[in-house]
């Protein structure tokens, strides 16, 4: 697929890796209009911050949609993990579920960034 962020396989939840201790793991995340993130797995809980939002389409790792997620600029957002499941806990989506692996795709106009802190 060419619509796919070729990320390496350390990389994780993010484009890149920017800060860890024995607390957090911080990760810069920049995904181009158009493009999707390679099937991921959530094993923390975490928040991020939306630097420049967008809509993201999201997908379980069969490829099954699972629904579109619309993340506004300077959006703040905190998900639960649990087990195979994400719940948002925000106020921003609310109760949202998704399965904690899936893929993304932004579906906007314009490159979607993040900064997202995972919990250890």
Same mark, same amino acid.
């Given at each position: 697929?060419?619509?796919?962020?070729?990320?390496?396989?350390?990389?994780?939840?993010?484009? =890149?890796?920017?800060?860890?201790?024995? =607390?957090?793991?911080?990760?810069?995340?920049?995904?181009?209009?158009?493009?999707?993130? *390679?099937?991921?797995?959530?094993? !923390?809980?975490?928040?991020?911050?939306?630097?420049?939002?967008?809509?993201?389409?999201?997908? +379980?790792?069969?490829?099954?949609?699972? $629904?579109?997620?619309?993340?506004?600029?300077?959006?703040?957002?905190?998900?639960?993990?649990? $087990? +195979?499941?994400?719940?948002?806990?925000? +106020?921003? $989506?609310?109760?949202?579920?998704? *399965?904690?692996? !899936? =893929?993304?795709?932004?579906?906007?106009?314009?490159?979607?960034?993040?900064?997202?802190?995972?919990? =250890?």
């Amino acid at each position: 697929m060419d619509n796919v962020i070729e990320t390496p396989a350390e990389a994780g939840v993010g484009s =890149k890796k920017l800060f860890e201790n024995d =607390k957090v793991i911080v990760w810069d995340f920049v995904l181009p209009a158009g493009q999707e993130t *390679p099937v991921h797995m959530h094993n !923390h809980s975490y928040m991020w911050f939306a630097v420049q939002g967008a809509p993201l389409q999201i997908y +379980d790792e069969h490829g099954n949609d699972v $629904g579109l997620f619309p993340v506004p600029t300077d959006g703040v957002f905190e998900l639960k993990v649990e $087990g +195979d499941t994400i719940e948002v806990m925000s +106020d921003i $989506g609310k109760g949202v579920k998704v *399965p904690s692996r !899936h =893929k993304a795709k932004n579906v906007g106009n314009e490159t979607y960034r993040e900064i997202l802190v995972e919990w =250890k």
